[in-house]
């Protein structure tokens, strides 16, 4: 109810549409909680499909083959797995070139 007094002269006379502008309007002195919990609420996705999309595909491939893969393999082989329209899209030769250029690679001799 404070909160609500609070934001009523800094509406301009309008109504507030969205939790952003009530974000933007509070004082973060006078109500810290309020605008950490509004924070919060902004920040979660309101879909969880994605989130939910990556953890399955991190389940699939981490597998007990892969265990012992360290995490920022397998992080990274999880947003392939996840983004593969995207990763269908790029083409293979152009990845070749560029590992190619990263650094100088030493040939073994057979």
């Given at each position: 109810m404070v909160a609500k007094n609070f934001l009523v002269p800094k509406s301009e006379g309008g109504?507030?549409?969205d939790m952003l502008t009530v974000?933007?309007?509070l004082d973060?002195?006078?109500f810290p909680?309020?605008?950490?919990v509004i924070q919060v609420?902004?920040?979660?996705p309101f879909r969880s499909?994605?989130?939910e999309r990556s953890f399955s595909a991190l389940h699939q491939l981490h597998t007990?083959?892969?265990r012992t893969t360290g995490q920022p393999r397998l992080q990274h082989l999880a947003v392939m797995s996840t983004e593969k329209e995207m990763l269908e899209r790029v083409e293979d030769q152009k990845v070749i070139d560029r590992f190619a250029t990263l650094k100088v690679r030493r040939h073994r001799l057979k």
């Open positions: 109504a507030i549409q974000y933007r309007l973060c002195d006078m909680s309020l605008k950490a609420a902004l920040t979660i499909c994605s989130c007990w083959m892969r």
